[in-house]
């Protein structure tokens, strides 16, 4: 089954320790994009990747990192967690890097973080 | 970026036809218009696109208009599993950084029974 999972789905930790949410998809994507969606903001774009080793800063990516080392994966780090990443994280992956027509983006099921 | 409008929440009965509105006035000739959902709990869902003429799919059916800067999503018999936010986006065919989804507020779509 096509799909894209994310680990883990919940997690509560404390300020200042950090985490990695994992991103794994299954469709051989080239484009894999972090969201982030906190009540009345809407979902938000981190960080996303047109390809391995290719990644760039999306709208908010302050206290974030990522790599893409391999196609399939897509780790999101939070280094240095803060009570102001408290929010539901969403992966997408989809095929091709390009808008327009090519824009069906597959979601996780996301990941509700709580920092303490 | 254009932008979208549309109504924050909308109400029908289950097996009767719903008729989802977006306002983009200000949209490009190279946007295509997307529609995801989101259902409670769940990562958003890709249901239909287009760029100038109707789209059908086991979904939904989109309606765009003649001037493009208003379109409809139909949904053709509501379910109870159709209750979610939907969310009408436009993605410009020249971007190529990947195509950032820009989700507004979206149409909250309850269903009743």
């Known amino acids: 089954e096509a799909q894209v999972t994310q680990n883990p789905r919940y997690l509560i930790t404390v300020t200042g320790k950090k985490l990695t949410v994992t991103c794994s998809q299954n469709?051989?994507?080239?484009?894999m994009s972090w969201y982030r969606q906190d009540p009345g903001l809407g979902l938000r774009q981190i960080y996303y990747s047109m390809n391995v080793e290719v990644t760039d800063k999306g709208d908010v990516p302050e206290g974030y990192k990522v790599s893409r080392k391999e196609k399939r994966n897509f780790p999101l780090i939070l280094e240095s967690p803060s009570p102001n990443q408290t929010s539901l994280y969403f992966c997408a992956s989809k095929r091709g890097t390009a808008g327009g027509a090519y824009n069906e983006q597959f979601f996780g099921p996301g990941t509700r973080l709580t920092v303490l | 970026d254009a932008k979208t409008t549309q109504p924050n929440s909308m109400e029908s009965n289950e097996e009767e036809p719903v008729h989802l509105p977006c306002n983009h006035s200000t949209i490009s000739g190279t946007d295509y218009i997307h529609w995801y959902r989101q259902l409670p709990s769940q990562g958003p869902e890709y249901v239909i696109h287009?760029?100038?003429s109707n789209v059908n799919n086991r979904m939904a059916s989109l309606a765009i208009a003649e001037d493009r800067k208003s379109s409809t999503l139909i949904l053709h018999r509501a379910t109870l599993r159709d209750a979610a936010v939907y969310y009408c986006?436009?993605?410009?065919?020249?971007?190529?950084?990947?195509?950032?989804?820009?989700f507004g507020q979206g149409t909250e779509l309850s269903v009743k029974p």
């Open positions: 469709m051989n994507h080239e484009y």
């Open positions: 287009g760029l100038t």
């Open positions: 986006i436009l993605s410009d065919r020249r971007d190529n950084q990947g195509g950032k989804l820009i």
